[in-house]
C-alpha cells in the first residue's frame, strides 16, 4: 500500500513537472510575440501628408508639347517646393528652407512623375494629393520620437514642430494603412522601403526548392523503401548518407552551392535560382526521410493484397502504397519548406544579401530573401526600420505558421480518409 | 495474437525449438502418411523445400491438390502451413531471404521456375488473407481494381457486371448495394473479409488461398464465411489454412497435418478427424498440443 502512495505521487509529480515546463516554454513564446507586436504593429501605418500640387505648365511643359519624353526631365521636385511654401509661407534662408523641405518624403517627386507618367492631361490642374512623410516625421506621428524631450535630444527640432503642428491643426498630416510596405523593394530610406522585394525573392526560391526537391524527394524515398534490395550494402551507404546529410549546417550546404552553382556552373550570383537550388539540398533529406516514414507507416497488408490479386510490384506500390502514404509526405513536404522559407545563412554565402531596390521579375534578377531582409534592416540604427523589421518578421511567421497548419490540416483530414 | 503472416527470427527459432523437443520425442515425421496423390489435380507439389536464410521452414513436402476440392492445412503455430500456401502463388517473393525449392505444377506448368511471370499466376491463383484487408478505397472500387488491372471489362456495363457478380457471389451485395461509394474499411470484420473474398473471385482465379479467413472474426461472422466458401468450392479449388479443426471439419474434403514444416499426414478429411494414422496427427486432433 505505501508501495501505491510513492508510485500516485510520482505520477502527480511528473504531471507537475509537465506542466511546469510548458508553462515556461509558452510564456517564453508569449514574451516573443508581445515583444515583436508591441515593436512592430505601427509600422502597418505610415504617415502622409496633403499637398496642394499645381501641375504647372511653365515647370511641367514649357513648349506645350504634351510629350512624356521631353516632360519626363521636367523638376518635379520644384511642384512639391512650391505646394510646401502653399501650406506654410513665409519661411525665410536657405538652411530653415530645405529643412521645411525635408518634411516630406523625397518618393514625394516620383509619386508625380508616376501620375503624370499616367495621365499627361494633369498638366495645368490643381490637385490636392497625398504623399509620404518623411520617416522622422512619421515616427514624430507614431510617437516614437516624444514631443516633450529637450531640444537637443530629439531628431525634430522646436521649429520642424511647429510646422508640423500648423499641419495637423489644417488636417492635412494623417495616418494610412501602409501599402509601401507590401509594394516596394528596399531603400535607404525607410518610409519608401517594404518587403515586396524579399518576398517575391523568397517565392522564387522556394519554387524552385518545391519542383526540385518534392519530386525527387519522394521518387527517392519510394525506391529506397519499396524497390532497393534490402541487405546491400551501398543501399546502406547511401542510407546512412542521407541521414547524416540531414544534420549538416545548412551554412555548408551554402558553400557548397557557392562553389557548384556559381564557380562552376557559372549561375548568376544573388539569384532566387541559386537560392532555390541550395535551398532543394537541404530540404531533400528532411523531405526523404519523412517521406519514408509515411512509407513505412503504411499497412503491409494493403500491398500484399494488391500483390495477391495479381498487381505487378509497380502497381501495388503507386496504386495502393503511394496514396495511402502521401498526406505523410505532403506534411513532410511542407515542414521542409518552412524549414527553407526560414533559411538565410546558405543564402548569404550565394550572395542573396545585397541591397537591392528593384523587384526582381525573373528567377535569375538578383534578389534577397525574407530573412535576408529581416537580417538588413535589423542591422540598421534608424527608428523607422526597427518597426519595419518586426513587421518583416510578423509577415515571415504568418507564413510559417499558415504552411505549417497547412501540413497538420493535410495530415488530419487524409487520415480521416484512410481510416 | 500471433501473426502467421509475419515470418519473423522469433518465428523461425519456435520451429527449431520444436524440432529439438520432437528429436527427445524420438517420432519420425519426415514421410508423410496418407494419400498425397488425387484423381485429376489441379495442383501437383513436389519435393517442395522452402529456406528462410540458413534455416528450413518447409521440408520436402509433395502433394496434390484436386479440383473443385476444399483442401484444409492444419497444424500448430509455426509448423509452415502458412508457407506453403504462400508457395502456391509465389507470395513467399516478396520475403527477401525466402528460397523455395521443388517443383510446384498448375496445370502441368512448374510456377516455380524462374520465368514464371508471377502476375498472371496469382491472378489464376488467389489470395485471401488472414486480417481483413480491403483497400482504402470505396467498396466498388476494392472489386473492380483486379478486373481493371488485369483487362478483364470492355467498357463500365462490364465492370459494373463483375462487381455485382461477384459481390453477389461473396454473399455481401445484398448488405452493401446502397452504399456501393463508402469505402471499404467502414465494413464490419466479416464483411471486409467477404468484400476480399469478392475482390479475389472478382478476377476468376482457378484457386483460392485462404490464410486463416476467419481468425479475425466473430463466430456469426466466421459462420457466413465458412457457409461461402461452400458455395465456393463448386467452382473454384479452395486451399485453406485454419486453426480451428472443427472448421477444417466443417468445409474441407481433404486434410492435410502439418508440423515443424513436415507434412505429416493427408488424407480425406473424415478419415483425418476419426482414425488419424500418425501419431502426432491423432495427439494434435485431440487437443494434446497445439
Known amino acids: ?419 | 495474437m500471433y501473426n502467421e503472416n509475419l515470418i519473423t527470427e522469433e518465428n523461425i527459432e519456435m520451429i527449431n525449438e520444436n524440432f529439438i523437443e520432437d528429436e527427445q520425442l524420438k517420432i519420425d515425421i519426415s514421410e508423410t502418411v496418407g494419400d498425397i496423390h488425387v484423381e485429376d489435380p489441379r495442383i501437383i507439389a513436389k519435393n517442395v523445400n522452402v529456406f528462410y536464410g540458413e534455416k528450413i521452414a518447409i521440408n520436402n513436402v509433395s502433394i496434390d491438390i484436386g479440383k473443385n476440392e476444399v483442401l484444409a492445412m492444419i497444424g500448430p503455430s509455426g509448423c509452415g502451413k502458412s508457407t506453403f500456401l504462400r508457395c502456391l502463388n509465389r507470395m513467399n517473393d516478396t520475403i527477401e531471404s525466402c528460397k523455395v525449392q521443388g517443383e510446384i505444377y498448375l496445370d502441368n506448368k512448374n510456377i516455380l521456375e524462374k520465368k514464371t511471370d508471377v502476375v498472371p499466376l496469382r491472378a489464376r491463383v488467389g489470395m485471401v488473407f488472414q486480417k481483413p484487408n480491403p483497400f482504402p478505397k470505396s467498396i466498388y472500387d476494392n472489386v473492380a481494381y483486379g478486373p481493371k488491372i488485369h483487362g478483364l471489362a470492355k467498357n463500365k456495363t462490364e465492370l459494373d457486371e463483375i462487381v455485382f457478380n461477384s459481390l453477389e457471389r461473396a454473399g455481401l451485395l445484398a448488405e452493401v448495394k446502397d452504399r456501393l461509394n463508402s469505402p471499404g474499411t467502414s465494413l464490419s470484420g466479416g464483411q471486409q473479409q467477404r468484400l476480399c473474398i469478392a475482390r479475389t473471385i472478382a478476377v476468376s482465379p482457378e484457386v483460392i488461398l485462404m490464410d486463416e479467413p476467419c481468425s479475425a472474426l466473430d463466430p456469426i461472422a466466421t459462420a457466413k464465411v465458412e457457409q461461402l466458401i461452400y458455395e465456393l468450392k463448386e467452382n473454384f479449388t479452395i486451399v485453406i489454412v485454419t486453426h480451428a479443426m472443427q472448421q477444417a471439419a466443417r468445409v474441407s474434403q481433404r486434410t492435410a497435418y502439418f508440423h515443424l514444416g513436415n507434412l505429416v499426414e493427408v488424407g480425406a478429411t473424415e478419415k483425418i478427424f476419426t482414425t488419424p494414422q500418425h501419431k502426432l496427427t491423432e495427439s494434435y486432433i485431440t487437443g494434446r498440443f497445439g
Open chain 1, 1 to 419: 500500500m505505501n508501495n501505491l502512495k510513492s508510485r500516485q505521487a510520482k505520477e502527480k509529480r511528473f504531471q507537475l513537472y509537465g506542466i511546469f515546463s510548458i508553462l515556461i516554454a509558452l510564456s517564453l513564446l508569449i514574451i516573443l510575440f508581445v515583444s515583436i507586436v508591441s515593436q512592430g504593429y505601427t509600422a502597418f501605418k505610415e504617415t502622409r501628408i496633403q499637398l496642394p500640387i499645381n501641375f504647372n505648365e511653365e515647370i511641367l511643359d514649357p513648349n506645350n508639347t504634351k510629350d512624356w519624353n521631353i516632360v519626363k526631365k521636367a523638376n518635379f521636385n520644384k511642384l512639391v517646393k512650391n505646394a510646401v511654401d502653399e501650406i506654410i509661407p513665409g519661411v525665410e534662408g536657405r538652411g530653415n528652407k530645405r529643412k521645411l523641405y525635408k518634411l516630406i518624403s523625397s518618393s514625394a517627386e516620383y509619386k508625380l512623375r508616376d501620375l503624370v507618367e499616367e495621365n499627361i492631361e494633369i498638366i495645368g490642374t490643381k490637385e490636392k494629393i497625398w504623399v509620404l512623410a518623411d520617416d522622422d516625421v512619421d515616427m514624430l506621428i507614431k510617437g516614437h520620437i516624444k514631443r516633450d524631450l529637450p531640444e537637443s535630444e530629439r531628431r525634430i527640432d522646436n521649429q520642424e514642430l511647429q510646422w508640423i503642428a500648423i499641419l495637423e491643426s489644417k488636417k492635412i498630416i494623417k495616418k494610412f494603412f501602409n501599402k509601401t510596405l507590401f509594394t516596394k523593394g528596399d531603400s535607404a530610406e525607410s518610409e519608401q522601403s517594404g518587403i515586396l522585394g524579399a518576398l517575391i525573392g523568397s517565392l522564387f526560391a522556394l519554387t524552385i526548392t518545391l519542383v526540385l526537391s518534392f519530386p525527387i524527394g519522394i521518387a527517392t524515398a519510394v525506391y529506397l523503401e519499396e524497390f532497393a534490395p534490402k541487405n546491400n550494402k551501398f543501399i546502406d551507404f547511401v542510407e546512412v548518407n542521407i541521414n547524416n546529410l540531414a544534420a549538416i549546417p545548412s551554412i555548408i550546404f551554402g558553400l557548397l552551392g557557392l562553389a557548384i552553382f556559381l564557380n562552376f556552373f557559372g549561375m548568376p550570383r544573388s539569384a532566387p535560382l541559386v537560392g532555390g537550388l541550395v535551398l532543394s539540398l537541404m530540404t531533400l533529406p528532411t523531405i526523404i526521410i519523412s517521406s519514408r516514414a509515411a512509407l513505412k507507416s503504411v499497412p503491409p497488408s494493403i500491398k500484399e493484397g494488391a500483390l495477391g490479386l495479381g498487381a505487378s510490384n509497380v502497381q501495388a506500390v503507386f496504386q495502393h502504397v503511394v496514396p495511402v502514404a502521401l498526406p505523410g509526405m505532403f506534411t513532410g513536404t511542407i515542414i521542409g519548406m518552412a524549414q527553407a522559407l526560414g533559411e538565410s545563412a546558405p543564402l548569404l554565402i550565394i550572395g542573396m544579401v545585397a541591397f537591392i531596390v528593384d523587384i526582381p521579375q525573373t528567377m535569375t534578377d538578383p534578389a534577397t530573401a525574407l530573412p535576408i531582409q529581416i537580417y538588413l534592416w535589423a542591422d540598421t540604427p534608424e527608428r523607422g526600420f526597427v518597426e519595419r523589421t518586426s513587421a518583416a518578421i510578423m509577415v515571415l511567421l504568418v507564413f510559417l505558421v499558415f504552411m505549417n497548419s497547412l501540413a497538420v490540416y493535410l495530415r488530419k483530414k487524409y487520415e480521416k480518409d484512410i481510416n
